[in-house]
């Protein structure tokens, strides 16, 4: 679809100071406003009437997608907006943000929101050739009983390999040190509609002294490498299989994976992460 | 946050015939309950009480996360799922997806929504050091006039390397084979309060004939790699001076990347792709 192929960056927030009658919105750099959800009336007959003069207002004008973000606080003109046209996309706890494509021109060019979650696996060995394993707690039927390397999903805004390092501290107490991505899996409909990132992480342990999360894991160890590979679920699973082999591959330096970088970049005007074989 | 490291499994759908009185819904694989959003009642007051009396049941049967999906024709019931405590959790065009934690132990465990969105970044080379550039039309201000790679959004549920492939085609009319991911990106805050991860994909080309895509694209060329390097926009920009280091590196064969490798996971149940160096 072409909306999913924009990118929308940073907004630069200028204030239409519009006559009565219209929303208070901001411009954003593609020719589109976001509303001023301070500003929406709490009547939904005003809210209604006020909304439909400012997209007559704004097509008039050549503007391209309207965003409306409603306050959990304003669920109640949730469906005014709907009834006017809008759709949805997308939610956080406190709030839902909706879209209007004021063009006749279609499809709708707005981006999408997140279609991914981003999970991470680390793998954790000593040089006693010990994998460090946990036991979770309310894992799934299929798993359940397994030991298997730290897994979690990453924080909102965290890096891939600060929640790797995080995910251990948290389940096992283990200090680490990240060395390098070693590969990643993308899966499809993992979570509703959703798709998953996970990225293997090969981390070298910097403390020996195991101390359970109680909350989500069962239990912890360092578990000797051959005693790891022979248990039958990652003899039967040759997604799993593989991605250990690699992990062992790295570990005997046969292997390199991603290390991380971090980086300036004009284009976003941020620092962010680059990823890539040194 | 607890919440964001349990990874929701497909659901498996067991109807609880209850007594009149509660809605109907189905168990998940983590003790918590999805509502059949077909049987909610269209009335917000009967909504309300049905809703008060469902929740007290699943409370009193120890369950934990109630997930209630209010598709956009049924928007008037948003505010009253809010007012019984329910929070947002995600939307989509249709639809927006709201739920509730039921055990006094806090924090809620429920996974979160997607939380990046996936770009792709398509670098193609022919045999005559010439890059496959295009310039957009609608790119903000900082990156207009700059001849660069094919860049897009991958489609819901779609593969990295075939949205790289699908974005060549459709901008430049141009074939190719999908070689490597040499390098992802990772940036924060790009839309709204979510992060992006953009991968950086080497291909092949497999003819030379471009046709533009009028709609995004203004121009596209094949570009002498000096020419592409000598713009002033790669001189400054340290990341994409990375990112196009690399891609060379890769094409005069001094760098490996990761490859895609199709296979079943026995843990999801689905075929995947995992990416590794090979």
Redesign the interface.
């Known amino acids: 679809?072409?909306g999913?192929?924009?990118?929308?960056?940073?907004i630069s927030p200028k204030i239409n100071t519009k006559d009565l009658g219209i929303l208070n919105a901001f411009d954003d750099?593609?020719n589109g406003v976001i509303i001023d959800s301070e500003g929406l009336p709490s009547s939904p007959n005003s809210f209604s009437s006020i909304l439909r003069s400012s997209l007559s207002h704004w097509k008039q004008r050549g503007k391209n997608g309207v965003w409306l973000k409603i306050m959990?606080r304003q669920?109640?003109l949730?469906?005014i907006a709907?009834?006017e046209g809008f759709?949805?996309?997308?939610?956080?706890?406190?709030?839902?943000?909706l879209t209007f494509w004021l063009p006749d021109e279609q499809p709708c060019?707005l981006?999408?929101?997140?279609?991914?979650?981003?999970?991470i696996g680390a793998f954790v060995i000593n040089e006693n050739k010990e994998v460090l394993v946990v036991k979770e707690k309310?894992c799934?039927?299929?798993?359940s009983g397994v030991w298997k390397m730290p897994?979690?999903?990453?924080?909102?805004?965290e890096?891939?390999y600060l929640g790797a390092i995080r995910?251990v501290k948290e389940e096992t107490g283990i200090e680490t040190e990240f060395l390098q991505v070693?590969?990643?899996?993308?899966?499809?409909?993992?979570?509703?509609?959703?798709?998953?990132?996970f990225f293997i992480c090969m981390l070298k342990p910097l403390s020996s002294q195991i101390t359970i999360d109680g909350?989500?894991i069962e239990d912890a160890k360092w578990m000797q490498l051959e005693d790891f590979l022979d248990q039958p679920?990652y003899k039967?699973?040759?997604?799993?299989k593989?991605?250990i082999e690699?992990c062992i591959a790295k570990h005997e330096q046969r292997?390199?994976?991603?290390s991380a970088?971090e980086?300036?970049?004009?284009?976003?005007?941020?620092n962010?992460?680059?990823?890539?074989?040194e």
């Open positions: 679809m072409q999913r192929r924009r990118r929308l960056n940073v750099e593609y959990a669920a109640h949730v469906h709907i009834k759709v949805y996309h997308h939610a956080e706890t406190g709030y839902v943000v060019m981006p999408s929101t997140g279609s991914h979650q981003i999970g309310k799934p039927l299929r798993c897994t979690g999903f990453i924080d909102k805004s890096e891939i995910e070693v590969a990643f899996r993308h899966a499809h409909f993992v979570s509703f509609e959703k798709s998953d990132l909350k989500e679920f039967e699973d040759f997604m799993s593989s991605a690699i292997y390199k994976g991603f970088h980086m300036m970049s004009k284009f976003d005007d941020r962010s992460h680059l990823y890539y074989a």
